[in-house]
């Protein structure tokens, strides 16, 4: 990642943190950005997790990359997420790249940034940080929580932590542990940036260089995850590029080809490839049930939120099958729970794009929880 991290909001926390791997961090930063205006009463708070390749700018323009926001589609004014109405937290997650604690901070011992020195974090660490903001926000309880793929992990983390912080929650396709097949695929990501020779064992910082050619190859096999087959093949299928005809070469004869080293090439403009590597690490970690000695309706005994859990029919990287067992593992505990599968042949993604039945469960569920805390006659 090229770009200089300025002019963000930060929150130094100058509170101590001890991490699942047995360190201890302070004076660290959180990097996030806020949208819609905190009403008096703070009853209006909505907390969204961003996944594997965000950050916090949910919405509008991205002042670092100049693109819109990863969630534009569902947040903003009159949105499903209706910024005119609720206020609208997002954080850049530990080990991330846009500002919050991270392998691209300085490390007070050495004066030297991370690397690969820095501690290995898991999906509660990040949460456990997240927590503070709220602390400092002064908000008490949220309205919701939500995110999709490692947002979603994150909100049923949340929930787990913390059973009164939130009066409602909506995980969104993912699922309460990785399967084999994504730790697999997710090693294939880290072995393409460790294989890149400017990786240099995470010290490329000393070198001026970055693994841009490994950290491109671990995007384009983890995006090729993030569709369906229909989806690539209705908008891709076996079309050639320009000339019409094959080259005979190892260039870009296919359309699908060259979309993917495209978002390859525009993926290393502004992630860091260690980055990419401890956020994978923590998605692979990840095992609610585990944390409760394999009772995964455990982890929720306590939780006093309404839930909402979504999935995609043709996202085959978080299937409807693992979005279910959540649901039953919250229905084992008497939990308020309501599960939709939405019908979208976009795959994975289809949490970040405009599938209408998405933003329409979201705004109805979101207006029905706001008005059940602020005593409102249901419509």
Same mark, same amino acid.
């Given at each position: 990642?090229?770009?200089?991290?300025?002019?963000?909001?930060?929150?130094?926390?100058?509170?101590?943190?001890?991490?699942?791997?047995?360190?201890?961090?302070?004076?660290?930063?959180?990097?996030?950005?806020?949208?819609?205006?905190?009403?008096?009463?703070?009853?209006?708070?909505?907390?969204?997790?961003?996944?594997?390749?965000?950050?916090?700018?949910?919405?509008?323009?991205?002042?670092?990359?100049?693109?819109?926001?990863?969630?534009?589609?569902?947040?903003?004014?009159?949105?499903?997420?209706?910024?005119?109405?609720?206020?609208?937290?997002?954080?850049?997650?530990?080990?991330?790249?846009?500002?919050?604690?991270?392998?691209?901070?300085?490390?007070?011992?050495?004066?030297?940034?991370?690397?690969?020195?820095?501690?290995?974090?898991?999906?509660?660490?990040?949460?456990?940080?997240?927590?503070?903001?709220?602390?400092?926000?002064?908000?008490?309880?949220?309205?919701?929580?939500?995110?999709?793929?490692?947002?979603?992990?994150?909100?049923?983390?949340?929930?787990?932590?913390?059973?009164?912080?939130?009066?409602?929650?909506?995980?969104?396709?993912?699922?309460?542990?990785?399967?084999?097949?994504?730790?697999?695929?997710?090693?294939?990501?880290?072995?393409?940036?460790?294989?890149?020779?400017?990786?240099?064992?995470?010290?490329?910082?000393?070198?001026?260089?970055?693994?841009?050619?490994?950290?491109?190859?671990?995007?384009?096999?983890?995006?090729?995850?993030?569709?369906?087959?229909?989806?690539?093949?209705?908008?891709?299928?076996?079309?050639?590029?320009?000339?019409?005809?094959?080259?005979?070469?190892?260039?870009?004869?296919?359309?699908?080809?060259?979309?993917?080293?495209?978002?390859?090439?525009?993926?290393?403009?502004?992630?860091?490839?260690?980055?990419?590597?401890?956020?994978?690490?923590?998605? +692979?970690? %990840?095992? &609610?049930?585990?944390?409760?000695?394999?009772?995964?309706? =455990?982890? !929720?005994? /306590?939780?006093?939120? @309404?839930?909402?859990?979504?999935?995609?029919?043709?996202?085959?990287?978080?299937?409807?099958?693992?979005?279910?067992?959540?649901?039953?593992?919250?229905?084992?505990?008497?939990?308020?729970?309501?599960?939709?599968?939405?019908?979208?042949?976009?795959?994975? +993604?289809? %949490?970040? &794009?405009?599938?209408?039945?998405?933003?329409?469960?979201? =705004?109805? !569920?979101? /207006?029905?929880?706001? @008005?059940?805390?602020?005593?409102?006659?249901?419509?």
């Amino acid at each position: 990642m090229n770009k200089e991290v300025k002019n963000i909001k930060k929150l130094i926390v100058n509170q101590s943190l001890e991490l699942d791997c047995g360190k201890i961090i302070k004076n660290f930063p959180i990097a996030y950005e806020t949208y819609g205006t905190l009403n008096k009463s703070k009853s209006n708070a909505i907390l969204a997790f961003h996944a594997l390749s965000g950050d916090q700018f949910v919405t509008n323009i991205n002042p670092i990359t100049k693109q819109e926001g990863w969630w534009a589609t569902a947040v903003g004014p009159g949105k499903a997420i209706d910024t005119n109405k609720y206020f609208v937290i997002c954080i850049n997650v530990l080990g991330g790249c846009m500002g919050s604690f991270g392998p691209k901070e300085i490390n007070p011992d050495t004066n030297e940034l991370f690397g690969t020195t820095f501690p290995v974090i898991t999906i509660r660490d990040m949460v456990k940080a997240q927590i503070y903001l709220l602390e400092y926000l002064g908000i008490d309880k949220l309205l919701s929580i939500t995110g999709g793929s490692m947002g979603g992990m994150q909100v049923l983390q949340f929930a787990s932590l913390y059973p009164n912080k939130a009066h409602s929650a909506i995980p969104i396709a993912c699922s309460a542990s990785h399967s084999a097949q994504n730790i697999a695929l997710n090693e294939l990501g880290r072995q393409a940036i460790m294989a890149d020779p400017t990786w240099n064992n995470g010290n490329y910082f000393k070198t001026n260089l970055s693994p841009d050619k490994g950290l491109a190859v671990a995007r384009m096999a983890a995006h090729i995850t993030y569709l369906s087959k229909k989806s690539l093949q209705e908008k891709f299928g076996r079309k050639l590029q320009d000339t019409g005809s094959l080259k005979f070469s190892f260039d870009a004869d296919f359309q699908i080809e060259s979309y993917l080293r495209h978002q390859g090439t525009k993926f290393v403009d502004r992630f860091d490839a260690n980055s990419y590597l401890y956020i994978t690490r923590a998605m +692979d970690y %990840f095992d &609610l049930e585990k944390q409760f000695n394999g009772n995964l309706s =455990s982890a !929720f005994k /306590n939780t006093k939120s @309404k839930f909402c859990v979504i999935s995609f029919s043709s996202d085959w990287l978080y299937p409807t099958i693992e979005n279910k067992e959540i649901v039953m593992a919250l229905n084992a505990c008497g939990a308020n729970v309501g599960f939709v599968e939405i019908n979208s042949d976009k795959g994975h +993604d289809s %949490f970040l &794009l405009n599938v209408p039945k998405l933003l329409k469960t979201l =705004s109805e !569920f979101l /207006n029905s929880t706001y @008005k059940e805390i602020n005593n409102e006659k249901r419509i």
